[in-house]
């Protein structure tokens, strides 16, 4: 026999102990199917264009009311911009109040300030302590690592690309170098606050390789550019671990690009 309820019944209904109770049991009965589709939803890549956020229709017979979920993204970003050493706690606190109780924008505010990151990578320390916040309250760490997936292998492509221009695979190219530093940055702030665990040492392991096996100046640059602002991040101003150092003096002394070299210098002197 079917059992219908009033839509006005609902709300008490889904907070009736009855409810609560054979909700969490069928939660407990099949948490790999919901895990399986919680990262399904989460791996679909999003559709910036969605919330239209940039339309001005000035003629009021075709202005449409704009949701509010455009209103605040629109303020979100705005404020992503603003961030700096004065106000972005303050600007944090303010995010963190604008998306309670808006799950579904976490991923869209999630990939906003992971691309405002790698293209502004001086304010990368503030970036991060944002998606601490966002991270502590949403509880959704498959998604910060997701979306950091995403963003690396949208970094590799970058350089490839099939323009014909010179000038226009030069721009590509130093868009892609300051990428791959924002993310170099993200990822040693990231980790520093815990959000995000055991990055660091593989991404300096692969960028040590890759100078190591690398033929090509201007990607020798990249790696070596990288891995100068990693260890700054990761060590100040102290010594790099021997296994490092020994690797690192060995590439310098082979090195036949000065550029590289002097580079390579800095790294193991700590400059």
């Known amino acids: 026999m079917a059992i219908h309820y009033s839509v006005e019944s609902l709300?008490?209904?889904?907070?009736?102990?009855?409810?609560?109770?054979?909700?969490?049991?069928?939660?407990?009965?099949?948490?790999?199917?919901?895990?399986?589709?919680?990262?399904?939803?989460?791996?679909?890549?999003?559709?910036?264009?969605?919330?239209?956020?940039?339309?001005?229709?000035?003629?009021?017979r075709y202005k449409k009311r704009v949701s509010d979920d455009t209103l605040l993204i629109k303020q979100l970003k705005s404020s992503l911009n603003k961030m700096s050493s004065m106000n972005y706690q303050t600007l944090c606190k303010q995010i963190m109040t604008d998306v309670t109780g808006k799950p579904h924008l976490y991923p869209f505010l999630l990939q906003s300030i992971l691309e405002q990151s790698f293209l502004h990578h001086t304010y990368c320390n503030y970036y991060a302590f944002l998606v601490k916040d966002l991270h502590t309250h949403f509880q959704n760490k498959s998604l910060i690592d997701?979306?950091?997936?995403?963003?690396?292998?949208?970094?590799?492509?970058?350089?490839?690309?099939?323009?014909?221009?010179e000038y226009s695979k030069l721009c590509s190219k130093n868009?892609?170098?300051?990428?791959?530093?924002?993310?170099?940055?993200?990822?040693?702030?990231?980790?520093?606050?815990?959000?995000?665990?055991?990055k660091v040492e593989p991404l300096i392991q692969e960028l040590i390789q890759q100078l190591h096996t690398t033929q090509k100046e201007d990607e020798l640059f990249k790696c070596v550019s990288c891995l100068y602002?990693?260890?700054?991040?990761?060590?100040?101003?102290?010594?790099?671990?021997?296994?490092?150092?020994?690797?690192?003096?060995?590439?310098?002394?082979?090195m036949k690009f000065m550029k590289i070299k002097f580079k390579l210098l800095d790294i193991l002197e700590r400059r």
């Open 146 to 165: 997701t979306h950091m997936e995403r963003c690396y292998q949208s970094i590799k492509q970058e350089g490839t690309s099939t323009e014909t221009s």
């Open 11 to 60: 709300p008490s209904l889904f907070l009736s102990d009855e409810f609560l109770s054979e909700k969490d049991t069928y939660q407990q009965s099949h948490r790999f199917e919901i895990q399986s589709l919680h990262s399904f939803l989460d791996s679909i890549e999003i559709n910036k264009q969605y919330f239209r956020t940039g339309i001005q229709v000035k003629n009021p």
């Open 229 to 254: 602002t990693v260890c700054n991040s990761v060590y100040k101003k102290n010594n790099l671990p021997e296994e490092y150092v020994a690797s690192l003096q060995n590439v310098k002394d082979t």
């Open 175 to 198: 868009k892609q170098l300051d990428q791959w530093i924002g993310y170099s940055i993200l990822v040693c702030e990231l980790e520093k606050l815990q959000v995000i665990q055991n």
